[in-house]
């Protein structure tokens, strides 16, 4: 295809402001799609994602647009997660293409992600047509949000559109926009081969599909390529387009975006941002390599059911394969037994990745608390990455230690602005910046990640009954006094639960863990102390007192049967029960105190 009829676009929006509508829309209206083999969100593939209605991967489609001035456009759309776990597929898709169709909700104004969405657009100098979707609802206010775009984004929002992509009001003019407004792609089809990773996935029939953006020179089928990040060669097997069915085509030139399969066994083969090129007279001139995502949060992962653990192992490998984001390495507890230490890039990466081995392998889990990556610096000069409370040094040997913080940004009807405050301060968060924009404010806040993978979000929609729209990154490590809680029950520490906080803090999470566990945890024939202490100093303590009677006694000794039934259901419940020392505490209890609230 020639340049100059080819646009390269991504729609940028806050969670919900119907980006994936508006694809979809886009898709039917130039016939893409067969009316019957519509179905609400193509894009959104995967059924969690159906069902949560979030964009996880990276997806591509190419639409061709008969335009008004006579002339037949390929428009190649790709479609970016809008969640902050995923900023950095973002920034990927972003440097990918051109231009950019900003989608804000005219009944609700730019949010936290509308922020930290368009700002990668800027940064990756894209052309930016504003678009304000929703225009059937009472509520929506054009000019109210055309302004809004002004004041808080700083871009020109006279000529933003008005649509509806759930009527199909406007959409005429989207595809008018995209072909008006944004620029064409550059490139040299003479020039050796140049493309760009896009992203990549795995798929079970044909392997790893690996996504790219040609900019000079021309791929086809059979040819031989070179990544020269990885130094991988391949033979490509398969060259074709998303329409968005994976469709053949002989060749890809400059400014096309399509995909290829060439034998790659697994995603971890492939690096995002890596350069493409043909195995002779190819190119060396390599493009700025993106930095691969790192796991910022990491849990442990333990089948409920012991049995399941190969069955967890599987699981696990197998979304590996699809997710190089996501590290995992095997771990044991005294309390859950055999599992698994997992990296993810946020919460939200957590949720969806524990939701498919739940949900599409069908094991239930138990998952520890959320812990971050802390440094900490022994006295002999050197340094740990500390992923998981339970590697912790003797603090003796530690000089001091540090922890990754973060700048936040939240937007929040006027009203709810103390609430949050209140909340921010009491996560130890450092106010940054506080402007006004309408009946809105945005806070800007500077937050150790700690206390935000904990329970923030949560929090944060709770006092704010939903209104608050949040989205942070990563600013880097600081000092503070933090320490390694362990709770010990009949005193015996019970590794799964020991978390790393601050020392202002402790004494609050360690009276709340205690007071928990007291009613988790079944009454025994003696006393059970239950505390929470930072190296061997108890700083809360709770007591499960004595069980005084057999539980068969209030039978009178008279019912036989009865008393054989209950020791029987005794005995069954054992089984599920984990020993410490003298006490025995039933699975759930630990699934319960794990639990957030
Ligand atoms: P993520 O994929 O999670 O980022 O969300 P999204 O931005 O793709 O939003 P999506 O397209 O899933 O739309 C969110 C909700 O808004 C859905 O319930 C849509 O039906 C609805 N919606 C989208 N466009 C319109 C519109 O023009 N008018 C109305 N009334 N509702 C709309």
New binding site residues.
């Given amino acids: 295809t020639e340049l100059s009829k080819i646009r390269n676009f991504s729609i940028v929006?806050?969670?919900?402001?119907?980006?994936?509508?508006?694809a979809d829309r886009l898709i039917q209206q130039t016939g893409t799609v067969k009316e019957r083999d519509m179905q609400e969100?193509l894009l959104?593939s995967m059924d969690i994602e159906r069902e949560r209605?979030?964009?996880i991967k990276a997806n591509t489609v190419r639409i061709e647009y008969p335009a008004n001035d006579g002339d037949t456009y390929v428009l190649n759309l790709i479609d970016t997660?809008?969640?902050v776990d995923f900023a950095y597929e973002v920034s990927r898709s972003m440097q990918a293409v051109e231009g950019s169709l900003l989608?804000v909700d005219a009944s609700q104004g730019v949010e936290a992600q509308t922020l930290a969405n368009v700002y990668q657009a800027i940064d990756a100098d894209h052309e930016i047509v504003p678009v304000l979707?929703?225009?059937?609802?009472p509520a929506a206010d054009c000019d109210r949000v055309a302004e809004q775009i002004e004041d808080v984004i700083g871009i020109d929002a006279t000529d933003a559109l008005q649509?509806?992509?759930?009527?199909g009001i406007g959409i005429p003019d989207v595809l008018e926009a995209i072909v008006e407004r944004l620029p064409a792609p550059e490139g040299d089809r003479d020039a050796p081969l140049k493309a760009m990773l896009v992203d990549s996935y795995y798929d079970a029939y044909l392997g790893v599909v690996v996504i790219i953006r040609v900019i000079d020179g021309v791929i086809k089928k059979g040819d031989r390529i070179k990544m020269l990040g990885t130094g991988g060669k391949y033979p490509v097997d398969r060259l074709g387009v998303f329409r968005p069915k994976m469709e053949d085509i002989g060749e890809l030139g400059p400014g096309e975006i399509g995909f290829l399969t060439a034998s790659i066994k697994q995603v971890r083969d492939t690096r995002v941002g890596d350069t493409i090129t043909h195995e002779k007279k190819g190119t060396e001139d390599a493009l700025d390599g993106f930095k691969p995502a790192q796991p910022v949060v990491f849990c442990g992962l333990f089948p409920v059911d012991s049995a399941q653990f190969e069955d967890l192992r599987d699981s696990i490998e197998k979304l590996a394969l699809n997710d190089a984001s996501f590290s995992f390495e095997m771990e044991t507890s005294a309390a859950l037994g055999f599992g698994f230490r997992c990296g993810f890039l946020g919460l939200l990466h957590l949720e969806v990745i524990r939701d498919r081995i739940e949900r599409e392998y069908d094991i239930d889990l138990i998952t520890t608390a959320p812990s971050v990556i802390y440094h900490v610096f022994m006295k002999d000069g050197s340094m740990i990455e500390l992923h998981n409370p339970a590697d912790m040094p003797d603090p003796s040997t530690i000089d001091h230690m540090e922890e990754p913080r973060i700048k936040a940004t939240i937007l929040v009807p006027d009203e709810y602005l103390g609430d949050v405050l209140k909340l921010c301060q009491d996560r130890r968060g450092i106010q940054e910046d506080l402007t006004y924009a309408g009946t809105r404010a945005m806070a800007v806040y500077d937050l150790p990640l700690n206390e935000v993978v904990f329970d923030f979000y949560d929090r944060l929609k709770s006092v704010t009954k939903g209104y608050a729209s949040f989205d942070y990154q990563m600013t880097g490590y600081r000092e503070d006094n933090l320490v390694k809680m362990s709770v010990l029950v009949n005193d015996e520490p019970v590794d799964a639960l020991s978390t790393m906080v601050h020392r202002d803090r402790a004494e609050m999470r360690g009276r709340a863990m205690c007071e928990k566990l007291k009613d988790l945890i079944p009454r025994h024939m003696f006393k059970i102390p239950i505390q929470a202490a930072i190296g061997g100093k108890v700083i809360a303590r709770e007591t499960l007192s004595a069980l005084r009677k057999d539980v068969t006694a209030k039978c009178y000794g008279g019912d036989a049967t009865r008393k054989k039934k209950l020791l029987e259901k005794q005995k069954a419940g054992k089984k599920k029960m984990r020993q410490f020392g003298k006490v025995e505490i039933p699975q759930q209890a630990f699934i319960n105190a794990l639990k957030m609230d």
């Fill in positions: 929006a806050h969670i919900d402001h119907g980006k994936s509508t508006l969100q959104d209605g979030i964009t997660p809008g969640h989608v979707n929703k225009v059937d609802l649509i509806s992509a759930k009527t």
